[in-house]
């Protein structure tokens, strides 16, 4: 499967915007789509994830209850809606896929080039 992040850019804080991971090439159904993201400086982490069958979506203790992750799978596409963004939360996000519950960046693969997202005041 390859992986494409589009959706990023320049907000000001308490903004919304959405990500989307558009999907191509030969899915693993029951494998998940993971969010994830880097700020400069800083480890690679995860955001939130979900099934590509099914929903069962999880988040980052950082951005539950302000993010929301979805998908259409006749789109083949995974969304992250984000509202309420912080300046906490500019960093660059990478879609990737791999086992559903897992948070550790290792274990997905598949990563697609990122978007970038500021948040500025």
């Known amino acids: 499967v390859q992986l494409q992040a589009s959706g990023g850019g320049l907000v000001q804080d308490g903004d919304s915007l959405r990500l989307a991971c558009a999907a191509s090439?030969?899915?693993?159904?029951?494998?998940?789509i993971g969010w994830f993201r880097q700020a400069a400086g800083k480890e690679r982490e995860f955001v939130a994830g979900?099934?590509?069958?099914?929903?069962?979506?999880y988040y980052a203790d950082s951005v539950k209850g302000r993010f929301t992750i979805s998908k259409n799978n006749d789109k083949r596409t995974v969304y992250l809606q984000m509202n309420s963004l912080k300046l906490e939360d500019t960093a660059v996000y990478y879609c990737?896929?791999?086992?559903?519950?897992?948070?550790?960046?290792?274990?997905?693969?598949?990563w697609g080039q990122g978007t970038l997202v500021t948040v500025s005041s």
């Open positions: 990737a896929t791999g086992p559903w519950g897992r948070r550790r960046h290792s274990d997905f693969d598949s």
């Open positions: 090439g030969r899915i693993i159904t029951s494998s998940a």
């Open positions: 979900i099934r590509w069958t099914g929903n069962s979506p």
